[in-house]
């Protein structure tokens, strides 16, 4: 992985920059112009088995039509405010889509590939469910 | 007592891209390593690290009354090679530029945030090996009162 770097623009403003030059503002809460560290934790969570996900029911040819993640942490009331639960939602839908399928492509994702999940899983215990909307068709 | 966060990410529909909103409401784009549209989930882990440390950092050198004029935070993540390729080190560099500044005060600071306040680093310390190091940079010129 290449560097990335946070640079303060004023107050507690920040601009993160990846090794790619994509850019994402942050700030604190009360700051308003941007992502909370702690938020980007969860949405990194989210993206990283989002893909797998993907991945692992396109190899099944299962392609998806859509899939939305709604995670949610339970954060500590006291500093360090660590997350200890992490519940991850998916809901998604696509033809010929499985029950079995959509569990096992999230159980690969959680005990195998995702890295963000692997990261975490020591500190905040990741809990997992998954909706299959049907279409009107 | 425990507070509950919500985050949602929406796949675009084709690709790997993604927009991820946050509790505070604001997004942000994602997407795998090699595409063009958005960071790389490990790269954001990188960086929610490096700006939580340094909105910590940054608010107890001015609680020290320190004249901070430039400040950032260079994050290098090693990871292993093995699925799920975790983070096993993280490299965090932190960069002060100012006029006097005391290095005992970035170093606390750096300390204070890493122990005791950072959450994203709560979260990575019993997996991963955090190092820190800083530098501080003269500013070279004290600023006119007015221009």
């Known amino acids: 992985m290449g560097a990335t ?29 941007g992502m909370k560290p702690s938020d980007m934790l969860l949405i990194a969570l989210a993206s990283c088995t989002a893909i797998d996900v993907i991945d692992i029911l396109a190899k099944k040819r ?29 809901r998604l839908s696509g033809q010929g889509l499985t029950e079995k399928a959509v569990a096992q492509a999230i159980e690969l994702s959680e005990q195998k590939y995702c890295s963000v999940t692997a990261t975490v899983r020591g500190v ?9 909307l049907h279409s009107e068709n | 007592m425990q507070n509950t966060k919500t985050a949602k990410l929406v796949w675009e529909g084709n690709g790997l891209a993604f927009a991820a909103t946050g509790g505070s409401g604001y997004s942000m784009r994602f997407d795998n390593p090699s595409g063009p549209k958005g960071a790389s989930p490990m790269e954001v882990v990188a960086m929610a690290a490096g700006g939580c440390t340094a909105a910590d950092v940054i608010d107890i050198l001015r609680k020290k009354r320190q004249d901070v004029t430039g400040f950032e935070v260079n994050v290098v993540g090693l990871r292993s090679s093995e699925h799920p390729m ?49 530098r501080i940079i003269e500013e070279a010129q004290p600023e006119p009162a007015a221009a």
């Open chain 2, 86 to 134: 975790v983070f096993t080190e993280i490299d965090l560099e932190y960069v002060v530029r100012g006029r006097s500044i005391d290095p005992k005060a970035v170093e606390r600071s750096i300390e204070l945030s890493l122990t005791k306040y950072c959450s994203v680093n709560s979260m990575l310390q019993h997996s991963v090996k955090i190092n820190s190091r800083y």
């Open chain 1, 62 to 90: 299962i392609p998806l039509s859509s899939l939305e993640i709604v995670t949610s942490g339970e954060q500590d009331a006291d500093p360090p405010w660590t997350f200890r639960k992490i519940h991850v939602k998916y």
């Open chain 1, 5 to 33: 770097t946070v640079k303060w623009i004023g107050s507690k403003q920040f601009v993160g920059i990846d090794s790619t030059n994509h850019s994402v503002v942050l700030s604190s809460v009360a700051d308003g112009v």
């Open chain 1, 124 to 132: 905040a215990q990741v809990t997992t469910e998954f909706e299959i």
